[in-house]
């Protein structure tokens, strides 16, 4: 089989420089072999028809018990194989399901085990914040290596040192250049970036030094647990101007909601939203709609179901991206080039 790329990846900075820049299959590492789990069925399958092939069969069963039982429909033996399963809701399920089929492939001689997990949970418990708290990211990432993961693939950290915690190479993507090519291309007028808070200022000015846009910081204190804030001030001028609030996710809505509010009050006009993980908890879809946002931009990385999506939100696919950070992995070719890093 024969993968060529001949124009750049959605989500990437790389453009192949002919025609000639294929990659074939399989690489280095054995024949790639594609499992998506239950929470990633559908992007599994775009990532599959990307590279050109199919996507592994399993069977998953339910016992009363609420025990997960995989067994695998094909032989893994000696492959490079690449399970996909994002942690979405129900997150434990998920995160178990993950576990229990690194264990069966590595248990079935997987030749590299690759564990692919477009939004990792628990990202925000990546230090002790409070007194008599664990660390919870830490955690997982034990047990993702204790299961027999060889190497793993993720989307936007909430912490960039959350990869520190894993003791096995892995590739830390960001949806940043999907999302702000669509931006860019939309070219909206006298446009300002707005970060709804302190701690993305540094990915806001990514932002704002792609879009060519002035940076606009939201100071805000969380309020009882972390699902709950309060925007209390605007640093920065957004008088006359449309605006465009950047995150990494979007949980309740909230911040989101007050963020909206803020710009609107200090005399902007229309406000668009982009974020890369769309959570969206209960009532969280019914807070973005009331919000009036021009266009909502996301990914996805979560699944979103119709239920989940509105009229005024596009979101574009994180599956080309991570197709050719796999095909790249398999070969043992530099990822940080498709980037021009």
């Not at 609420?66 to 998920?94: C, M």
């Not at 200022?201 to 910081?217: D, H, M, Q, S």
């Not at 979103?304 to 696919?317: A, D, T």
């Amino acid at each position: 089989m024969v993968v060529r790329i001949t124009s750049k990846v959605p989500g990437t900075k790389y453009v192949p420089s002919s025609q000639n820049d294929e990659i074939l299959v399989p690489g280095q590492f054995g024949r790639i072999l594609l499992f998506p789990g239950s929470a990633s069925q559908e992007l599994g399958k775009e990532i599959a028809d990307f590279l050109g092939t199919h996507v592994g069969q399993y069977k998953r069963t339910v016992f009363p018990n609420e025990n997960i039982f995989i067994q695998l429909k094909e032989s893994v033996r000696g492959q490079d194989v690449y399970l996909v399963q994002t942690l979405a809701s129900p997150i434990h399920e998920s995160i178990f399901e993950m576990l229990i089929m690194i264990d069966t492939l590595k248990r079935d001689s997987a030749g590299r085990i690759n564990v692919v997990i477009p939004y990792l949970s628990y990202a925000r418990s990546d230090k002790k914040d409070q007194p008599r708290v664990g660390i919870t990211a830490r955690l997982l990432a034990n047990l993702i290596e204790t299961a027999g993961a060889d190497r793993y693939i993720t989307i936007d950290l909430h912490a960039g040192q959350i990869q520190g915690f894993f003791n096995i190479p892995g590739d830390a993507l960001t949806a940043f250049h999907l999302l702000s090519d669509y931006f860019l291309e939309k070219a909206i007028e006298n446009l300002v970036v707005v970060s709804t808070d302190l701690g993305f200022a540094k990915k806001g000015r990514n932002w704002a030094e792609k879009l060519g846009t002035p940076l606009v910081i939201i100071e805000k204190r969380r309020t009882g647990n972390d699902s709950k804030s309060e925007a209390l001030s605007i640093i920065g001028d957004v008088r006359g101007k449309n605006v465009l609030l950047v995150d990494d996710e979007v949980l309740t809505g909230g911040s989101i909601a007050n963020a909206a509010q803020l710009v609107r009050d200090n005399g902007a006009q229309d406000v668009y939203l982009a974020f890369t993980h769309p959570v969206l908890a209960p009532g969280g879809v019914q807070k973005l709609a009331e919000i009036g946002l021009k266009e909502i931009v996301t990914t996805n990385t979560l699944p979103m179901p119709p239920e989940k999506q509105l009229p005024n939100m596009k979101v574009l696919s994180v599956a080309p991206l991570l197709a050719a950070v796999i095909l790249r992995a398999n070969q043992g070719r530099s990822v940080g080039e498709l980037f021009n890093e």
